[in-house]
């Protein structure tokens, strides 16, 4: 940001549904980039409950209006190829413990040597234990994530 060239930054995932770790990661991408864009993403070994348009609109309707760097786009193909059409510099991902930062560690180098870097943003002790998969068990639906 300081070199005067806008740097967008885009967070990617299935988000299903979208919780307040996931809000926390793209509210310090914020602080952190010119642009955030939510990517909701297509992943195969995920079965979510919607589509990717209709996880897209609900995380849509949970940002706050405020917001205004912040965009949300549904994607179907790989990250890397999201981010060389769209002009993305960085890959944004939140990591919760060291299984998560394994995993993400090889994402991170498949991206990287495809051309486009990662940062990782640890979540917040209060919020490591909370997932997708566990507010899906509690039946608790998106809004849940409200700032």
Known sequence: M???IPVRAVYPGSFDPFTPGHLDVV???RG???EVVVLVAVNGRKHPGTD???RAAAVRAILPVEWTSVTVAAWSGLTSAYC???EVGVIVRG???TSDLQAEYQLAGMNQSLGVPTVFLPTRPELAT???TAVRALGKGSSSARP
């Open 32 to 34: 952190l980039f010119d």
């Open 27 to 29: 509210n310090r991408a």
């Open 130 to 132: 909370m997932s997708s």
């Open 84 to 86: 060389r059409r769209h």
């Open 95 to 97: 990591v919760r413990n």
């Open 2 to 4: 300081s070199s005067g």
């Open 52 to 54: 990717e348009e209709e």
